[in-house]
């Protein structure tokens, strides 16, 4: 088990740990000197590297996104942290458990999952309920559905993200129907559970977050459409016209054509779904932001790239929701 982490990395100290390696480049330094420049990382941060006289050998025994064990000294460079690598080797993927590299939820997977089949479990018994479960009780796809980021960096993008997201959207959604009665609570919840399903295919999160070549080519809005069209084939007699109308929330759940909705929301349910999708996002992309700046001089943080702006800091007393 990893017990030292980036966090605890400290000037002018030993270092034996594991970490991934987030970057990999070849350099030369200004006196000649071919070195390899690294960033490794785990959970609680990332640190960059180098590794001076090394072999063929070495270089080629690790890629970025492996896990790798390191012996070095940790040394200040103009002001800032980094590793002087001694010795360096590949992990085997048997010896490695991602919660300890990759950010991730501060909840527990098992926990949200088991709580979002138990919100799923007890609406009535309707095709929209058999739908849901028939994803959810999928082992395959909720052994990736427990762990998928929600993007690679605007929101969400740790492990768990998705089901963190749609977890806190599940709990918004029921408040907004509360308010608003009339609105179909059973549709507004299969759309907010299916609406990022295909985030589990468009992401690969086995190592670093990277797009997965389909994910590249299709995207999640079609990934999720087709998952959920071959779930609803599976299940006799589904409504023609609700599988229209679900199929219309995934397509629309974007809001405008400029953002990626093939279809602009066209009714309450699919309405809701956009803004909550939207809110809990750009929410979150706005805390994590306060979260990074922390220490940041000003009264203002530094400019949000998936935002596009700077945000204004919350008063001292109370603090960033941290």
């Keep these: ?80 942290a980094q590793i002087r690598v001694r010795k360096v080797a590949r992990c085997a993927p048997e010896e490695v458990d991602l919660f300890d590299y990759l950010p991730r939820t501060q909840g527990n997977p098992e926990e949200m999952y088991a709580a979002l089949l138990e919100r799923v479990r007890g609406t009535g018994e309707t095709p929209l309920r058999a739908l849901l479960l028939a994803v959810l009780e999928d082992a395959t796809i909720a052994e990736r559905f427990k762990l998928a980021p929600a993007a690679m960096s605007y929101h969400h993008a740790f492990l768990g993200g998705l089901l963190e997201h749609v977890s806190s959207l599940i709990a918004l959604a029921d408040r907004v129907v509360d308010h608003y009665p009339w609105l179909r609570r059973d549709l507004v919840l299969a759309g907010l559970v299916l609406h990022d399903l295909g985030k589990i295919e468009e992401l690969n999160f086995a190592r670093g977050f990277r797009y997965s070549t389909r994910g590249q080519l299709v995207g999640h809005i079609t990934i999720a459409l087709e998952m959920v069209q071959e779930k609803m084939r599976q299940i006799p007699g589904f409504p023609a016209e609700l599988k229209d109308q679900l199929e219309h929330i995934i397509l629309s759940h974007h809001g405008k054509l400029e953002f990626g909705s093939p279809k602009e929301p066209m009714f309450p349910e699919a309405l809701v779904v956009h803004y909550l999708d939207d809110l809990d996002s750009k929410l979150e992309a706005m805390r994590e932001q306060y979260a990074a700046d922390q220490d940041h001089a000003g009264d203002w943080t530094g400019r949000n790239p998936a935002l596009k702006r700077e945000l204004l800091k919350p008063p001292k007393d109370q603090g960033s929701g941290e």
């Design 1 to 80: 088990m990893k017990q030292t982490f980036v966090k605890d990395l400290a000037p002018d100290s030993p270092v034996r740990s594991t970490f991934l390696v987030k970057s990999k480049e070849r350099k030369m330094a200004s006196n000649g000197a071919a070195y390899l420049d690294l960033i490794f990382q785990d959970t609680t941060g990332a640190i960059p590297a180098k590794l001076w006289d090394y072999s063929e050998r070495t270089t080629s025994a690790f890629e970025v996104d492996d896990v790798v064990q390191v012996e070095g000294h940790v040394e200040s460079y103009r002001g800032t």
